[in-house]
């Protein structure tokens, strides 16, 4: 009697281990096809390996470039700086000259004729209070400081005239002079001849009438 119940007793504790072990097992498999399948969406049934990678830094919230960059963005400043500084002169004059060469040959031999009245002039000539300037916007003039040189004719009949216009530095001393001329302004009319400087953009200068002639 008691080695039936010794037998009955073995025979379950035996499938009672059977039984953990079987569940060990199961939860080992599935571990194991979270860790082949989780997230890769392949049902081929074949096995699939992965190594972790490091995810790339969340650049979206940076400001600015890096050092090097900055480096190489002031050089770069620098150099078309100095580039533009020395080609400064010489450009301003071809500019000037690309600029001058919309003006008709009309005016052109009125400004050259200009020149000669204005030699035999006295003093500042007498037709001073006539004439006015008006500067142009430098977007017009592809940089050059261009002026409207307003020549109005107070006279009762048709008449030219000569003028002189001198440019200036903060010192007063005279930089460069220019001659513009007008022929045949009708009484009352006004004329707006244009006259431009071939110097630089830098240092400023200012433009004045130094002599006006009327004949």
């Known amino acids: 009697?008691?080695?039936?119940?010794?037998?009955?007793?073995?025979?379950?504790?035996?499938?009672?281990?059977?039984?953990?072990?079987?569940?060990?097992?199961?939860?080992?498999?599935?571990?194991?096809?979270?860790?082949?399948?989780?997230?890769?969406?392949?049902?081929?049934?074949?096995?699939?390996?992965?190594?972790?990678?490091?995810?790339?830094?969340?650049?979206?919230?940076?400001?600015?470039?890096?050092?090097?960059?900055?480096?190489?963005?002031?050089?770069?400043?620098?150099?078309?700086?100095?580039?533009?500084?020395?080609?400064?002169?010489?450009?301003?004059?071809?500019?000037?000259?690309?600029f001058e060469a919309s003006v008709s040959a009309e005016t052109e031999r009125a400004n050259a004729a200009a020149r000669k009245k204005l030699e035999k002039a006295q003093g500042r000539g007498n037709a001073v209070s006539d004439v006015s300037l008006t500067g142009m916007p430098r977007s017009e003039t592809e940089g050059l400081l261009a002026l409207h040189v307003n020549i109005r004719n107070a006279t009762a009949g048709k008449a030219s005239f000569a003028v002189q216009v001198d440019f200036r530095d903060s010192g007063g001393k005279v930089v460069e002079t220019r001659y513009v001329g007008a022929t045949g302004v009708r009484p009352g009319e006004t004329v707006h001849p244009i006259v431009i400087s071939h110097e630089p953009p830098e240092p400023k200068l200012n433009a004045v009438v130094a002599k006006a002639q009327r004949y």
């Open 1 to 98: 009697m008691g080695g039936g119940v010794s037998r009955v007793g073995r025979r379950r504790r035996h499938r009672g281990a059977g039984g953990v072990a079987a569940a060990v097992l199961a939860a080992a498999g599935g571990l194991a096809l979270v860790a082949c399948g989780g997230g890769s969406g392949n049902t081929s049934g074949g096995s699939t390996s992965f190594s972790p990678r490091p995810s790339p830094p969340v650049t979206a919230s940076f400001s600015g470039t890096p050092p090097s960059a900055l480096a190489s963005a002031a050089s770069s400043a620098v150099a078309s700086a100095r580039a533009s500084a020395s080609a400064a002169s010489s450009s301003a004059s071809a500019r000037a000259s690309e």
